[in-house]
């Protein structure tokens, strides 16, 4: 039974790896069939087999099998193109990352208080009070930029080779989980309640002014109080269960058609997950936990601004209000932008452009061609988005803004 099922899961049909019902009938009976098809089917028909998957729970031993041949499908058996290279398990890295910080986050939740007066004082007695409590706060915080490096790299992979061409699902739900991402960044920023989290909550949140009675609706008043940190609490700890909803969508996707190579193109030559990939990727995990580990032991807040470690003082304004380095593009462009409701439209339009991405019809000549031109833009774009990142961290100051402007333009 054993060999047959092997065969059965890895046997390969025009490219595609795919799994067969006839064994399923034979041994397991219906609903095992119905789970090997989980693989290869279009969303609609997926979840319509997943309630049929799901009345077999009383059934013991074939829920059982159903479930086995489903992780071995995904995590043992999952065909993955010979050619790929280290990019292509980033995406992994980042997953753990995210799983990580949703544990430390839990943890961080039960002696939070999301008040004004107390959220910064629950902030110390985290660090001081708490056993290994300051180890969860700067795990957690230096979590978050190494979320978004994994991000930008993951992203900057994706353009480069071609993923929005290639699965176009796949590249749509990364956009989403790519700004739940931001929104719960720019949340936890908040939630310190320092000098940095409150002047930057207030800049952000007066950019929605255009729009009448929002920041009431949002804020729950004419300005940042505590209602706001409240709400932003509550979001901050639900939306990283919705983005991990996403990730299986994401995943899901991403598993129907199989990954992309470097080599851009559909082939035939691929090899299983396990043991291959799943090496690349536990050797990754093993030096990202490592750079984990002596970040938060010895860079401890490096990566965050030192006016955030003073208390939020209403009467005090910084002498440079800046975001966290992951923000620090999208804050260069409404630094650029003197007028408030057009550096809005260009802090959206900066990041949703990348759904036109996913648009064949607009972007198919641009890839048939593939020359070296092509490459270069992406090059290209990718040095502004570095340059933009230091720009962002200066001060508002004319020489500065006049580089913005130019790179805008690019």
């Given amino acids: 039974f054993s060999i047959y099922s092997y065969y059965l899961l890895v046997g390969q049909k025009s490219g595609h790896w795919f799994v067969g019902p006839t064994l399923g009938q034979c041994v397991a009976g219906h609903y095992v069939q119905h789970s090997f098809y ?29 479930f086995i041949f489903l992780m071995k499908s995904h995590l043992h058996t999952y065909p993955c193109p010979l050619h790929i290279n280290f990019f292509w398990n980033i995406g992994f890295l980042l997953g753990i ?41 700067y795990f957690h915080s230096n979590g978050a930029s190494f979320v978004f490096i994994f991000v930008f790299i993951h992203f900057g992979r994706g353009m480069f080779y071609g993923s929005y061409y290639y699965n176009t699902n796949t590249w749509l ?23 940095m989290s409150f002047w930057g909550a207030t800049v952000i949140t007066n950019l929605l002014s255009p729009f009448s009675s929002l920041i009431e609706y949002i804020s729950g008043g004419y300005c940042f109080s505590n209602p706001t940190l409240k709400r932003f609490f509550i979001f901050h700890f639900i939306l990283p269960f919705v983005v991990c909803g996403f990730v299986f969508i994401h995943i899901f996707y991403l598993h129907l058609i199989s990954s992309n190579n470097p080599l851009s193109n559909t082939i035939n030559n691929k090899i299983p997950f396990f043991p291959f990939i799943f090496i690349k990727d536990l050797f990754g995990l093993i030096i990202v936990i490592s750079i984990y580990f002596l970040q938060t032991s010895y860079g401890i807040s490096s990566l965050s601004h030192p006016d955030n470690s003073l208390e939020a003082c209403i009467l005090i304004t910084p002498l440079h209000i800046v ?11 409404l630094k650029a932008i003197p007028n408030k409701n057009a550096g809005f439209i260009i802090l959206l339009t900066s990041i949703l452009i990348f759904l036109i991405f996913s648009e064949n019809r607009n972007i198919i000549t641009l890839y048939i061609l593939n020359n070296n031109g092509f490459y270069i833009s992406i090059s290209l774009f990718f040095s502004i ?26």
Wanted: overall charge positive; proline content about 4%.
């Fill in 38 to 66: 989980l693989l290869g089917m279009k969303p609609k028909q997926f979840f319509y087999s997943l309630g049929h998957v799901a009345k077999c729970f009383t059934s013991g031993p074939v829920v059982q099998i159903s």
């Fill in 173 to 195: 739900s990364g956009i989403v989980i790519f700004l739940l991402l931001m929104v719960i960044g720019f949340m936890g920023y908040v939630l310190p309640f320092g000098q």
């Fill in 323 to 333: 975001p966290e380095w992951y923000f620090l593009c999208q804050y260069a462009m």
């Fill in 385 to 410: 988005y570095i340059c933009f990142i230091w720009i962002g961290a200066q001060l508002p100051q004319e020489m500065f803004i006049s580089l913005s402007k130019s790179y805008k333009q690019w």
């Fill in 97 to 137: 990352a995210i799983l990580l910080q949703i544990i430390t986050g839990i943890f961080l939740s039960l002696y939070y208080i999301s008040d004004i007066n107390s959220a910064y004082n629950s902030l110390f007695y985290i660090i001081r009070e708490v056993y290994y409590g300051w180890y969860l706060r």
